[in-house]
């Protein structure tokens, strides 16, 4: 009696350190800066500049694309922490607006934006004229029809393009999100390569590669199109004697102090929420011009380097866990496993998987939306004023 008194007293020592040993202590921080909007204080700091050079003496530009993308799924956290938490994974998926919403905030966005053009001096003609124009054929066939949901590395996003345009996948997305028996037979690739990933050896080494490859097919997909595009963009620039404007503006999702991870064994789903918040997301918001050739250097590009976290906080208190009856039960066993492993004296992750819906309120999320994105269009703005 007393030897197994003394060995579940071991056991549960040993679990303890186990679960200390296997999950961090205190939760990653996301790369990113709080954003006012305030162009008199931020018009600097916010964006990255290059090549404003090219834009002197511009006063015509045609605008080929001009889109807005909306957060429908994230993880809420960046590459580097994916690579320390991965045993973790939250999802946010994000309701509120729908699709007429969306592209009314988008077409008022695209209104303001013209009119700080054509403040400016700049005469601006839009997705219709620019299509028309003789050298857009060379990119069109690759031109999708919006709006469309795509797949960026952190997760899914729903592109806007205004004026009824089509558009081109934009850089660093991966594709277009599939439904339907393609969706089914990704999802099955990327289940197995998870899988393989764990089982190790040839097979995990087989399904990883698997899924490597597809993903490289859809960025080969997309470079294609970019490819097009810009050799088009210089054709109608020097056909025209014009800049080619393309602007994107990406509202995204990050965690700003992601809930700890400690101690998973013990904790419920609710738990595991963070607080998210909504960003205009770097690496993917951005402009560029290109200007036509024999002006020096021809490209001009203004974007934004990190994620810029808006002061509404329209998720607080908006947030429920959304966990299929699948991933509860995975959720279960791999606590189980880990309790198992612990036990017994070995090493283990907690590999937990949650979803949490977010649905503010539509009013405050629109006017949230509509105040940053015209804030760093603003910014835009504020950095080309002084180089035409």
């Known amino acids: 009696m007393v030897g197994h008194l003394l060995g579940f007293r071991v056991g549960a020592v040993l679990m303890i350190a186990a679960i200390a040993v296997s999950l961090p202590a205190a939760a990653q921080k996301t790369r990113r800066v709080e954003f006012r909007g305030d162009v008199a204080t931020e018009a600097n700091s916010a964006v990255k500049v290059s090549g404003l050079e090219a834009l002197k003496g511009l006063r015509e530009v045609y605008i080929p694309q001009f889109t807005v993308e909306f957060v429908e799924r994230s993880d809420g956290l960046s590459s580097q922490e994916e690579k320390r938490q991965s045993y973790v994974k939250v999802n946010y998926r994000i309701n509120g607006l729908t699709a007429p919403q969306q592209q009314a905030i988008a077409e008022r966005i695209y209104a303001r934006w013209v009119?700080?053009?054509?403040?400016?001096?700049?005469?601006?003609?839009?997705?219709?004229?620019?299509?028309?124009?003789?050298?857009?054929?060379?990119?069109?066939?690759?031109m999708k029809p919006a709006p469309a949901l795509i797949e960026r590395a952190n997760g899914d996003t729903r592109?806007?393009?205004?004026?009824?345009?089509?558009?081109?996948?934009?850089?660093?997305?991966?594709?277009?999100?599939?439904t339907g028996a393609a969706a089914t037979t990704d999802q099955a690739m990327n289940t197995g390569a998870a899988v393989g990933s764990k089982v190790g050896g040839k097979l995990g080494g087989m399904f990883g590669m698997a899924g490597g490859l597809m993903k490289m097919g859809k960025g080969l997909s997309g470079f294609g199109g970019q490819w097009?595009?810009?050799?088009?963009e210089y054709e109608m620039a020097k056909s025209t004697g014009s800049g080619i404007m393309t602007v994107r503006l990406v509202v995204g999702l990050r965690d700003v102090d992601m809930a700890s991870r400690g101690f998973g064994l013990f904790r419920d789903a609710n738990s595991y929420d963070g607080k998210p918040r909504l960003v205009i997301q770097g690496d993917a918001s951005e402009v560029t011009i290109t200007a036509p050739a024999g002006r020096g250097k021809t490209r001009?590009?203004?974007?934004?380097?990190?994620?810029?976290?808006?002061?509404?906080?329209?998720?607080?208190?908006?947030?429920?866990?959304?966990?299929?009856a699948g991933a509860t039960v995975a959720n279960i066993a791999n606590r189980a496993m880990f309790a198992t492993a612990a036990i017994g004296g070995g090493s283990a992750a907690i590999n937990q998987s949650h979803t949490f819906a977010a649905t503010?309120?539509?009013?405050?999320?629109?006017?949230?939306?509509?105040?940053?994105?015209?804030?760093?269009?603003?910014?835009?703005l504020s950095q080309l004023s002084v180089a035409w």
């Open 159 to 178: 592109l806007v393009a205004v004026g009824g345009a089509t558009y081109l996948l934009p850089r660093n997305a991966i594709g277009e999100v599939k």
């Open 360 to 380: 503010p309120e539509v009013s405050a999320y629109t006017a949230a939306v509509e105040r940053n994105l015209s804030a760093i269009s603003d910014i835009f």
């Open 115 to 142: 009119a700080g053009l054509q403040a400016q001096g700049i005469t601006v003609h839009g997705p219709a004229e620019t299509a028309a124009l003789p050298s857009a054929s060379k990119y069109a066939k690759n």
């Open 228 to 232: 097009n595009y810009a050799a088009a």
């Open 300 to 324: 001009t590009e203004i974007s934004v380097p990190e994620d810029l976290v808006f002061q509404e906080d329209v998720l607080k208190g908006k947030i429920a866990v959304a966990n299929s």
